[in-house]
C-alpha cells in the first residue's frame, strides 16, 4: 500500500489549502481514510476521519473550519482546510486503516500558516 500526498505549502492566516492523499495497493472504498498531523514538540492528532461509509470525524479544534472528502474512483481522499490560524501547523499524514487491520502512511506534507 503506497499513500502519496500533496497540497501543502504556506499560507497566511485566514487562507485556505487542499491537501490530497492518493491511495495505491489497495481496493480503496473499503478503507478508513484519516489525516493526523504533529506539530513541531507535539504527539501526532487525529485531524479528521471517513469510514468506508463516509461517516466523518473531526478534531473539534478544526469543527466547522476543514472538510474531509473521498473521492473511491480516483482513490483519493482530501482535507479542505478553510480558515487557517496559526496553530494549524504542522506535518499533516494521510492514514488507512483496512476492515482487516492493514494499517499505513503517507510521507507526510507540511503545512504552514502565518499570522
Known amino acids: 500500500v503506497q499513500l502519496v500526498e500533496s497540497g501543502g505549502g504556506l499560507v497566511q492566516a485566514g487562507g485556505s489549502l487542499r491537501l490530497s492523499c492518493a491511495s495505491s495497493?489497495?481496493?480503496?472504498?473499503?478503507?478508513?481514510m484519516a489525516w493526523y498531523r504533529q506539530a513541531p514538540g507535539k504527539q501526532r492528532e487525529l485531524v479528521a476521519r471517513?469510514?468506508?461509509?463516509?461517516?466523518?470525524t473531526y478534531a473539534d479544534s478544526v469543527k466547522g473550519r476543514f472538510t474531509i472528502s473521498r473521492d473511491n474512483a480516483k482513490n483519493t481522499v482530501y482535507l479542505q482546510m478553510n480558515s487557517l490560524k496559526p496553530e494549524d501547523t504542522g506535518v499533516y499524514y494521510c492514514?488507512?486503516?483496512?476492515?482487516?487491520?492493514?494499517?499505513?502512511w503517507g510521507q507526510g506534507t507540511q503545512v504552514t500558516v502565518s499570522s
Open positions: 471517513i469510514t468506508s461509509s463516509r461517516s466523518t
Open positions: 495497493g489497495t481496493t480503496f472504498s473499503i478503507n478508513t
Open positions: 492514514n488507512l486503516v483496512s476492515p482487516f487491520g492493514l494499517i499505513s
